[in-house]
């Protein structure tokens, strides 16, 4: 787990950091490679509030409605829902209806995974 958030809101940079401590993941997810961040922000009220942490599959392949952390070219790193997707754009939705969606190229966005589960810290 790194100690870095992905934003929920306006995007984050997110850099090569040594991970310091390691989360025990549940049976039931099946081995992949994985990364937990905490989530910041409020973009993703009611599924996702700040300080939650959440686990990524690295390297899976986005469809529509699947929750990504997405690098944007010049944000960093955010996490959001995949409203629409095609061969040449990328739509990514807040949950929260005062953000507005991010609309943009698939060459201005790199996905670094899939949210597979959310760990909520109170």
């Known amino acids: 787990m790194l100690d870095l958030a992905a934003a929920a809101g306006a995007g984050r940079a997110i850099w090569d950091e040594p991970c310091e401590s390691w989360l025990e993941l549940p049976d039931d997810i099946p081995s992949s490679r994985h990364l937990a961040l905490r989530v910041e922000g409020d973009s993703m009220l ?21 929750l990504v952390v997405a690098r944007l070219a010049d944000d960093g790193f955010v996490v959001k829902r995949v409203a629409s997707l095609s061969a040449g754009r990328i739509e990514l939705a807040s949950f929260n209806p005062a953000y507005a969606p991010l609309v943009m190229r698939r060459d201005r966005v790199t996905v670094l995974g899939t949210v597979i589960a959310r760990f909520r810290r109170e």
């Open 46 to 66: 009611p599924v996702l509030a700040s300080h939650d942490v959440i686990l990524v599959k690295l390297d899976a392949q986005p469809a529509v409605d699947d």
